[in-house]
């Protein structure tokens, strides 16, 4: 019997999704399923974007430019005006999404036995990212007590190696909803120019920051021109995931070379997808910026909801749409197998993402789970009084929830 490779058994499960199967049983049995597992928002696509796709003027699809089609670049280069931030069109690469950015760009600064720093918990898929491009990610972890803030420029020096060739941050973050300061944004600039590094910049929750703060983009460090590579997509602020269109851009045009060889290698991006997205990228900031309000109802039901729960002490998401929490259960993963298999109440259940899988270092956030506000408030207050009886009821509750 053949063997597979090495590097296929570093990939994990998603723990955002490897519970659907369960999910999909307690349907079967009639217990209503509230999924807090998965960002996918549940509000329409904008009409602006299916329209495109009903009335395309075209006889045949055809493979795009391995760069993206010129108006969709030009596109992307409107909207990053719109935030201040100056990408010329042939700055930037239309990428199937943006997981296709991230794994170009790590394959690209620190592929074939790099190291990059990240900041755990992470999205659980840059570790899978990371492994297809050979790249070991090194990691910062982070507290909840902390409200998932690093505040040292010491943490940062102290992991460099001569690895080392890039730090990732998504901020605002997914899974935690933090979004990071002046001082530490400040840091993470300082350990790039100090060591030679790269930042790359995950910024698809850039319009989604609560309580009327903002967020910082990684490009207004001039000092970091030529360090900077961004990464973007519609998917969230657009509620169109299924469109499956981001991009990287970057003011290093050997980045942008390089990263065409990638393009080049997979052909193109879907065209009628590209074509979905200009009207929105050119004229939707409005309508991404009013779902930010949406979004922070949603917070404030999940956050006043934890509160209430035995055991819990909530960290309140400052952005995104996610927050990570810590229960008094032993292992998360556990009982998110027993809320789809053997609990409900009053008809329902809730679907959680097991905190582990956002971690690097093993054996952490094993009592951590993280948590998607992808349903309308009234919605998540229901959820989270189902979730206070499943701890209330798990077999396997601490006394006290772990410190």
């Known amino acids: 019997m053949p063997s597979l ?117 992470c999205y659980t898929n840059y570790l899978s990212f990371a492994a297809q491009a050979d790249v070991t990610m090194v990691p910062i972890t982070l507290r909840v007590e902390d409200a998932y803030h690093f505040g040292s420029i010491d943490r940062l020096r102290a992991t460099i190696t001569p690895r080392t060739k890039a730090i990732l941050l998504c901020n605002p973050s997914n899974p935690t909803g933090t979004v990071y300061t002046e001082e530490e944004l400040e840091a993470v600039a300082r350990v790039a120019v100090e060591n030679d590094l790269f930042v790359i910049c995950d910024e698809v929750y850039r319009e989604f920051v609560f309580d009327g703060g903002k967020v910082r983009s990684f490009t207004e460090f001039s000092d970091l021109a030529q360090r900077i590579i961004v990464v973007d997509s519609v998917s969230k602020r657009f509620n169109a995931c299924g469109v499956r269109i981001g991009c990287m851009a970057s003011h290093n045009r050997e980045v942008i070379d390089v990263a065409l060889r990638f393009c080049q290698a997979r052909l193109s991006v879907p065209t009628a997808e590209q074509l979905m997205v200009v009207p929105m990228l050119a004229n939707g900031r409005a309508y991404s910026e009013h779902l930010c309000g949406e979004y922070q109802g949603r917070r404030d039901a999940v956050f006043e909801g934890l509160a209430t729960i035995d055991g819990v002490s909530p960290h309140r998401s400052e952005g995104s749409f996610y927050t990570m929490t810590r229960l008094p259960i032993k292992s998360c993963e556990d009982f998110a197998v027993w809320l789809l298999k053997d609990f409900e109440h009053e008809g329902e259940t809730v679907c959680l993402a097991p905190g582990e899988g956002f971690y690097v270092t093993d054996g952490l956030g094993v009592d951590e789970v993280r948590l998607a506000f992808m349903y309308d408030a009234e919605t998540l207050k229901r959820a989270m009084r189902v979730l206070g009886a499943a701890v209330a009821a798990y077999p396997g509750r601490l006394a006290t929830a772990s410190v």
């Open 5 to 121: 490779s090495p590097k296929s058994a570093q990939l994990q499960a998603s723990p955002i999704r490897k519970l659907a199967p369960h999910a999909r049983a307690a349907e079967a049995r009639g217990t209503g399923v509230i999924y807090l597992n998965i960002g996918q928002p549940d509000m329409p696509t904008p009409p602006e974007m299916l329209a495109v796709l009903h009335d395309l003027p075209l006889n045949r699809l055809a493979y795009a430019p391995s760069e993206g089609l010129p108006e969709v670049r030009e596109a992307w280069s409107a909207f990053f005006a719109s935030w201040g931030i100056g990408f010329a069109p042939d700055q930037i690469l239309v990428t199937a999404g943006a997981s296709e950015a991230i794994t170009f760009a790590l394959s690209l600064v620190a592929g074939g036995g790099g190291e990059v720093l990240v900041f755990e918990p």
